[in-house]
């Protein structure tokens, strides 16, 4: 994005700018519960993507505040033709606020004054102090801002501008865009600019001109019929659009550089914040960057006389995981806390007494079973009785208090409910034609931490 710059940088972000650009941009994403998500995860990817390519030693955001600002004392009707913001917006709000300060990326606001007033002031005087300053923003009044020290990032655009881009683009130079946007008007803002001058014509105008002050004090030399009596006969609707449309760059609002310092994110507001909304790839990342906590492996029982030894002193509740794919290798088991164990089918004798087993469990009035996809242990007991036993399946309670959600997998729902990434079945072979060897430690692992996130699942739901 930015040339390479000796200076000191600061980014300086324009929140709603890129809230409303991520809002349009990115559509029908939601979390579970069915609540918009879309244009929090677009401003989040906005802020990623800057932090990691461009590593800004001193970065802020700046927002607007809610109540009249100085412009609506000045002009009642400004922006009075703005439509309100989206019902499905609004409530995104307070979770992109999270965001930024899960990023410890400091806000910046004032009451009374608008984001763009906000920018303009600390830019200024960060220019002014020797820092190079890029605002990131795709509102095309911050190119007023412009100058030797201050460049617009322009994320609709994915294009930097300096001075001379801002010409070559606008037609005019930095100084003189508030000029332009004056003569025009701007119909979002409600700012009334001049009847009968558009764009093509005010760039003209003030190419020609100047400012609006100079092109009023000789609208009588304008050719154009047209502009030159709308320039007479509007003179103080276009000097009341000039105000409106200029950043104000004097607020007193101080410059604190220490307080814009870079510093690494929250990860675990960021892991709440990245749950709640469903960003499951986000929330895999986060949790790459931290320990994942070790499950302890599974034990594996070696023959059918341990298997016999264990099944008649398990205690209630009782956990299964069926392990392998529409081949199963074995069956992982724990009751309450005690260990994992698992009896691999690959060992003589041992499917045939896990299957007999089974179907006494799933008989017992009293018996708990605790798992995932449950259903595929009950297509390994099969041919049985209807199960008398209470079946607590993970993956069917998330259906139930999760319907919206884009999967319900071990692997999804451990990231999302308790923040743990889970070693896959393709990792370790399983599915493959080399699938892994009696005893493997991968297969062990994996083995205790199906049984595990299970328990702690069910529980949790």
């Known amino acids: 994005m930015s040339a390479v710059n000796t200076r000191q940088r600061i980014f300086l972000i324009d929140g709603y700018s890129n809230i409303f650009r991520a809002f349009y941009a990115i559509r029908h994403l939601s979390n579970a519960r069915g609540e918009a998500t879309n244009a929090v995860y677009g401003f989040?990817?906005?802020?990623?993507?800057?932090?990691?390519?461009?590593?800004?030693?001193?970065?802020?955001?700046?927002?607007?505040?809610?109540?009249?600002?100085?412009?609506?004392?000045?002009?009642?009707?400004?922006?009075?033709?703005?439509?309100?913001?989206?019902?499905?917006?609004?409530p995104q709000i307070p979770w992109i606020r999270q965001a930024i300060e899960a990023?410890?990326?400091?806000?910046?606001?004032?009451?009374?004054?608008?984001?763009?007033?906000?920018?303009?002031?600390?830019?200024?005087?960060?220019?002014?102090?020797?820092?190079?300053?890029?605002?990131?923003?795709?509102?095309?009044?911050?190119?007023?801002?412009?100058?030797?020290?201050?460049?617009?990032?322009?994320?609709?655009?994915?294009?930097?501008?300096?001075p001379a881009a801002v010409e070559a683009d606008f037609g005019v130079t930095p100084?003189?865009?508030?000029?332009?946007?004056?003569?025009?008007?701007?119909?979002?803002?409600?700012?009334?600019?001049?009847?009968?001058?558009?764009?093509?014509?005010?760039v003209q105008l003030v190419r020609e001109f100047g400012s609006v002050e100079a092109l009023l004090d000789r609208a009588s030399e304008v050719k154009r019929k047209s502009y030159r009596e709308g320039l007479q006969?509007?003179?103080?609707?276009?000097?009341?659009?000039?105000?409106?449309?200029?950043?104000?760059?004097?607020l007193p609002i101080a410059l604190e550089p220490e307080k814009l310092q870079l510093e690494e994110p929250d990860l675990e507001n960021l892991r709440t914040l990245y749950r709640e909304m469903g960003f499951r790839r986000l929330l895999e990342e986060v949790e790459s960057a931290t320990a994942t906590e070790e499950i302890e492996p599974a034990q594996e029982v070696a023959s059918v006389d341990e298997w016999r030894d264990l099944a008649d002193r398990l205690d209630d509740p009782l956990t299964v995981a069926l392990i392998g794919g529409s081949v199963p290798l074995g069956l992982a088991f724990?009751?309450?806390?005690?260990?994992?164990?698992?009896?691999?089918?690959?060992?003589?004798?041992l499917e045939r007494e896990v299957v007999n087993?089974?179907?006494?469990?799933?008989?017992?009035?009293?018996?708990?079973?605790?798992?995932?996809?449950?259903?595929?242990?009950?297509?390994?007991?099969?041919?049985?009785?209807?199960?008398?036993?209470?079946?607590?399946?993970?993956?069917?309670?998330?259906?139930?208090?999760?319907?919206?959600?884009?999967?319900?997998?071990?692997?999804?729902?451990?990231?999302?409910?308790?923040?743990?990434?889970?070693?896959?079945?393709?990792?370790?072979?399983?599915?493959?034609?080399?699938?892994?060897?009696?005893?493997?430690?991968?297969?062990?692992?994996?083995?205790?931490?199906?049984?595990?996130?299970?328990?702690?699942l069910t529980q949790s739901m």
């Not at 809610?66 to 400004?78: C, F, K």
């Not at 006969?233 to 004097?250: F, G, P, W």
């Not at 017992?364 to 995932?372: A, K, P, Y």
């Not at 990434?421 to 599915?431: M, P, R, V, Y």
Request: aromatic fraction near 4%; charge should be negative; charged fraction near 30%.
């Open 44 to 90: 989040v990817q906005m802020l990623r993507k800057l932090l990691r390519d461009e590593a800004p030693e001193l970065v802020g955001v700046a927002l607007d505040v809610s109540g009249p600002t100085v412009r609506d004392e000045q002009y009642e009707d400004y922006k009075a033709n703005r439509a309100p913001m989206p019902e499905d917006l609004r």
């Open 103 to 162: 990023h410890r990326i400091p806000i910046l606001e004032m009451e009374r004054y608008e984001a763009d007033d906000v920018l303009g002031t600390l830019a200024k005087k960060a220019g002014e102090a020797g820092y190079a300053v890029t605002l990131v923003s795709s509102d095309k009044d911050l190119m007023q801002l412009v100058d030797e020290n201050i460049s617009v990032y322009h994320t609709g655009r994915d294009k930097l501008y300096d």
């Open 175 to 202: 100084e003189l865009v508030a000029d332009v946007l004056a003569l025009k008007g701007d119909a979002v803002d409600n700012v009334p600019g001049v009847p009968g001058i558009g764009e093509k014509g005010a």
């Open 233 to 250: 006969n509007y003179r103080e609707q276009a000097e009341l659009s000039k105000d409106l449309v200029t950043i104000h760059t004097d």
């Open 334 to 349: 724990s009751s309450a806390d005690g260990p994992v164990h698992l009896a691999d089918f690959r060992r003589e004798g």
């Open 357 to 456: 087993s089974l179907r006494g469990w799933l008989g017992q009035d009293n018996r708990t079973l605790l798992g995932h996809d449950l259903k595929e242990v009950l297509r390994l007991a099969a041919p049985s009785p209807l199960p008398g036993a209470r079946l607590l399946d993970a993956m069917l309670l998330s259906y139930v208090s999760r319907p919206a959600a884009r999967g319900h997998s071990l692997e999804e729902l451990a990231v999302e409910g308790l923040g743990h990434s889970c070693i896959s079945a393709k990792e370790i072979g399983l599915g493959s034609v080399d699938p892994p060897m009696v005893g493997d430690s991968r297969l062990l692992a994996y083995a205790g931490e199906r049984v595990r996130l299970a328990t702690r």
